[in-house]
């Protein structure tokens, strides 16, 4: 294995619209203590000696603008590549992995809307894919009890049953992959699209298990939750506060 191999390229899919989280600019830019969401994103794993290059899949029509706000923001001198996104959550992903040279081995996915995971997971995940695993998930135990229901929004639903919570994770990113594996499931999903089948997946270990890959999960951490609605975004500004108070941040 070369030096190229042995470090980790990064995918951060950032082109979607953000639009639970209400009316404003695209969610990878809007500010999280004065600095995008996408660029906390990128200097979270920046900060990981595991990744050399990271690839941003920008929203289409915002890729100079992405370029010019990478630019402003120090980025600990690491390889940072801005490609047009797409469509879907997916597709982002695909594009962005299409742009990482073919030498790299392993690859981590990292949603723009997790700005503050820690570099720990980041360096976990890393680790899991370097030590041999296919495809690596950070998740969290549950809190709440989750139960499956008919789908029937503004109605009453009928509840189908509940899943023992203690079997349960909540997945979070970076996701890690063997870069073949990741590629070779992008591939095969968009082949399955064009002729009319599955719809997208929400997350790309959701691929791997879709084609009969082995995914495993690590501890990931609290902080490394998705900003989805406005009240995340509270809380987010409340940890960065925190860490800002407690350790210069
Ligand atoms: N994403 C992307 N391309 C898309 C859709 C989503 O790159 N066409 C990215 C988002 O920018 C985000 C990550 O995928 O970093 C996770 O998606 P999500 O939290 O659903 O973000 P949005 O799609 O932007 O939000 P919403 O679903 O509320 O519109
Ligand atoms: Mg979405």
Redesign the pocket.
């Known amino acids: 294995m070369n030096a190229t191999a042995a470090v980790a390229a990064a995918v ?10 209400g009316p404003g600019a ?3 830019l809007r500010e999280l203590g004065g600095v995008p ?1 996408l660029v906390h ?1 990128v200097r979270a794993l920046a900060r990981s000696r595991a990744v050399g290059l990271v690839v941003v ?1 920008a ?1 289409a029509d915002g890729v100079a603008e992405v370029v010019g706000l990478l630019d402003s923001h120090g980025l600990d001198g690491k390889d940072v590549r801005v490609v047009a ?5 997916q ?3 695909r594009l962005g992995l299409a742009a990482i040279p073919s030498e790299v081995e392993i690859v981590l996915v990292h ?4 700005p503050l995971v820690p570099v720990e997971v980041v360096d976990a995940v890393a680790a899991a894919v370097r030590a041999g695993a296919e495809a690596v998930v950070p998740a969290v135990p549950l809190a709440d009890t989750v139960k499956r229901v008919e789908s029937n929004p503004g109605l009453p639903e009928p509840v189908l049953d509940t899943p023992d919570r203690a079997t349960l994770r909540a997945v979070q990113t970076p996701q890690g992959f063997r870069r073949e594996t990741l590629a070779e499931v992008h591939a095969r999903a968009l082949a399955e699209e064009a002729r009319g089948g599955l719809p997208p997946v ?1 997350d790309d270990a959701g691929l791997v298990e879709r084609f009969g890959g082995r995914v495993v999960v690590v501890p990931g951490h609290e902080e490394a939750f ?3 609605r406005p009240l995340d975004l509270v809380l987010a500004e409340a940890v960065l506060a925190r860490r800002r108070a407690s350790d210069g941040y």
């Open positions: 951060v899919p950032a082109a979607g619209r953000g639009e639970r989280l695209p969610k990878a969401l994103a899949a929203p996104g797409g469509a879907t959550r597709e982002s992903v949603d723009a809307a997790r929400t998705k900003v989805t």
